[in-house]
């Protein structure tokens, strides 16, 4: 199990990035749950987003961390 700690962005221009939010409570917990050997982390609160995923099986995606509401993007290599 390797914890990739993500890169922080400023919030994308309307269209220009695919974004995974959370509408629900905040919290720290995992918005993405597969069943692979990697998690990543935000890069600011260190929450695990995505837990047992693989890695390069997500790419090019936001993901507002539903702890602290940074966004975090996920290159995918
Ligand atoms: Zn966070």
């Known amino acids: ?3 990739y700690s993500m890169d922080i962005i ?3 221009e309307e269209g220009t990035a695919s974004i995974l939010s959370w ?3 905040k919290g720290t917990f995992a918005v993405i749950k597969g069943e692979g050997n990697d998690n990543y982390i935000c890069g600011v609160c260190n929450n695990v987003i ?7 099986q997500i790419s090019n995606l936001v993901i507002i961390c539903p702890n602290c509401g940074n966004y975090n ?3 995918g290599t």
């Open 1 to 3: 199990m390797t914890n």
């Open 23 to 25: 509408s629900g409570e």
């Open 10 to 12: 400023s919030k994308p």
């Open 50 to 56: 995505c837990q047992n995923v693989n890695r390069g």
């Open 73 to 75: 993007f996920i290159k």
